[in-house]
């Protein structure tokens, strides 16, 4: 009920102040408005005398003609843009860009996914000594994946196995990948 008396207080003060300023333009500023508004009735008096003017058949026919190709350029060129766009949309889909990972976290990846995956089972314990880089570099590889999600970690009481997510085979497999030609062909 408030929400309802405060609408009406706000419209009728809006109410009230658009007499206002509509009382003060009429009455005060009527002169330096005047010529304004009669050269704007004016012109649209000049324009509508030209479009009653009698015109030939062609000339009407000519200028429709033309809207009409200016509305089809128009419609095809919003078109195409949108066409455009989901060309990109499907590009982006179908070939990804690789997140940018250092030389370091591709060469644990690769050592992920050349000892992982099939009845093979890789260990976190023994990814660092299988990679053979400093324990630095190694933990800084690590977190650069984990950050993009490309692998997972299996906890288990046997010890904890580490493999490829989706998104990793993804990255490994694409095209770009530098160390491509290092993974195991199996086939």
Same mark, same amino acid.
């Given at each position: ?12 003060? &809006?109410? #009230?102040?658009? /007499?206002?300023?509509? %009382?003060?333009?009429?009455? =005060? ?5 005047? +010529?304004? @508004? ?36 128009? &419609?095809? #060129?919003?078109? /195409?843009?949108?066409? %455009?766009?989901?060309?990109? =949309? ?5 070939? +990804?860009? @690789? ?41 800084? /590889? ?46």
């Amino acid at each position: 009920m408030t929400s309802k008396r405060i609408k009406l207080l706000v419209w009728t003060l &809006v109410g #009230a102040a658009l /007499a206002t300023v509509v %009382k003060m333009l009429v009455t =005060d500023e009527w002169t330096s408005i005047r +010529p304004l @508004l009669t050269g704007l009735w004016d012109w649209l008096g000049s324009v509508g005398a030209w479009f009653s003017r009698p015109v030939s058949f062609p000339l009407w026919v000519f200028m429709l003609a033309t809207l009409i190709c200016a509305c089809v350029i128009g &419609v095809l #060129a919003i078109a /195409a843009l949108i066409f %455009k766009q989901d060309l990109w =949309d499907a590009e982006a889909k179908l070939n +990804p860009a @690789l997140p940018a990972i250092d030389d370091n976290a591709s060469r644990v990846l690769t050592v992920i996914a050349n000892n992982s995956g099939g009845e093979k089972e890789l260990y976190v314990s023994e990814l660092p000594k299988l990679v053979g880089m400093p324990h630095l570099f190694f933990e800084a /590889a690590m977190d650069e994946l984990e950050r993009f999600g490309l692998f997972s970690v299996d906890f288990s009481g046997y010890g904890d196995h580490i493999r490829l997510t989706a998104r990793g085979r993804q990255y490994i497999l694409h095209r770009d990948f530098p160390y491509r030609d290092m993974l195991n062909a199996r086939r």
